[in-house]
C-alpha cells in the first residue's frame, strides 16, 4: 500500500521550548493508525502540524503527497478532523453546528449523519453550552465522521465518553478500516489504542521512541498487583518468574509484583501459595515510559538491564 500520510524529521520549537523534535514515520492508506503517549508528550503538536495549524520548524509532513503547510487546503478536503478540545460557539445548537460544518464540506448524507447521531446517542436540539464535555465530544465525532472522508485524524478521540459510547466509536473506526480508509488517533490510553489499531507510534518528550505492530507491545503491557495471603508470603515466590520485574513485601502477608506481558505463571504462583485476594493498580502510561524506556527516552529499561546483567 502506499503512504497516505508521511512525516520526514517534522520539528517544532516554540521559541527556547520543546515541541516535537526529528518525528518520521509513515501511514499507510486503510490502516489504523494509533498515536500514544502521555500528556504534554507533543501528540497534539504533531496533529497539528499534519493539519496545517502550525508551520513546522523543520521537516517536512504530507498528506496524499500534499505539503501539510503550503496545501492545507487541500488537505482539509481530504480529512475528518477532531481536534483535543473541541469548541463552538455556544447559542447554536447541535444540529445547527453539524448542518453548517456540512456545508462547509459541500454537503454529505444525512442519512448517515442521523445515523451516526442516533449511535452516539446525542440530542441534537440543546445548545452547545448545556452539553457535557461527553456530549460536546459526540458532536465532534459527527461532524468528524459524516463526511465519510479518506482519512480521520482523532485527537483523543473517547475524552469524556461513556463506557457505551467508547464501545460505538469503536464500532465507526472497524467500520472506517473495513471500508478502506484511514485513521490517525492519538491516545494516552495503551489499552484503548490496543483494542483499535493495527500499528502503533510512541512520542515521548517531543521525540517518536518506537513504532510497531500493536501485537508486539508486549511488553508495555504492565500489571502492578498486590497479592494477599492468609499466612507470611516470601517475594522468592514471583522474584524468577518470566516476565516479572520486581517482588516485594509491603505487608507481612502481601507481595507485590510488577510485571509486564501476560501473567499466568503469576496467576498460577499466586494459586499454588493460596492467595486470599489480588488487587490491581493500573500504573500511568508514564510510569510505564520511565520503566520502559528510562529516565531519558533512550533505549528501554529491560534492554538496559539486561545488558548490565550480561
Known amino acids: 500500500m502506499a503512504a497516505i500520510v508521511a512525516t ?14 526529528d518525528v518520521t514515520f509513515a501511514i499507510e492508506e486503510g490502516e489504523v493508525f494509533g498515536f500514544l503517549g502521555p500528556n504534554g508528550a507533543g501528540k497534539t503538536t504533531t496533529i497539528r502540524s499534519l493539519m496545517g495549524m502550525l508551520r513546522p520548524t523543520s521537516g517536512t509532513a504530507t498528506i496524499n503527497g500534499l505539503d501539510c503547510w503550503s496545501q492545507s487546503t487541500e488537505v482539509h478536503r481530504l480529512v475528518g478532523y477532531l ?10 445548537t447541535g444540529a445547527q453546528i453539524i ?8 454537503g454529505v448524507d444525512q442519512n448517515y449523519t442521523r445515523q451516526l447521531i442516533e449511535r452516539l446517542e446525542l440530542d441534537p436540539s440543546k445548545r452547545f453550552r448545556e452539553y457535557s ?8 465525532l459527527v461532524q468528524a465522521f459524516m463526511a465519510k472522508p479518506r482519512l480521520l485524524i482523532l485527537d483523543e478521540p ?7 459510547n467508547q464501545q460505538e466509536f469503536y464500532k465507526l473506526v472497524a467500520e472506517t478500516r473495513a471500508d478502506g480508509r484511514t485513521i490517525f488517533l492519538s491516545s494516552h490510553i495503551l489499552p484503548e489504542v490496543e483494542h483499535t489499531c493495527d ?9 517518536l521512541v518506537k513504532v ?61 501459595h493460596g492467595a486470599i485476594a489480588i488487587e490491581s493498580h493500573e500504573p500511568s502510561l508514564e510510569d510505564i515510559f520511565l520503566r520502559f524506556y528510562g529516565p531519558d527516552g533512550g533505549a528501554p529499561a529491560a534492554q538496559q538491564a539486561a545488558s548490565v546483567r550480561s
Open 83 to 92: 481536534p483535543g478540545e473541541f469548541s463552538f460557539d455556544p447559542k447554536l
Open 8 to 21: 520526514n524529521a517534522l520539528t517544532k520549537h516554540y521559541g527556547s521550548s520543546r515541541g516535537i523534535i
Open 212 to 272: 510497531d505492530e500493536v501485537a508486539n507491545l508486549r511488553d508495555l503491557r504492565q500489571h502492578a498487583l498486590d497479592i494477599r495471603f492468609p499466612g507470611k508470603a516470601d517475594a522468592a515466590w514471583f522474584a524468577n518468574l518470566p516476565d516479572v520485574t520486581s517482588a516485594t513485601t509491603p505487608e507481612p502477608n502481601v507481595v507485590r509484583v510488577n510485571a509486564h506481558g501476560e501473567i499466568p505463571d503469576v496467576l498460577k504462583a499466586a494459586a499454588e
Open 99 to 106: 448542518e453548517y460544518l456540512a456545508h462547509l464540506r459541500g
Open 133 to 140: 464535555r461527553g456530549n460536546k465530544q459526540k458532536v465532534g
Open 158 to 164: 473517547t475524552s469524556g465518553l461513556d463506557p457505551l
Open 199 to 207: 500499528r502503533v507510534g510512541i512520542i515521548r518528550e517531543g521525540r
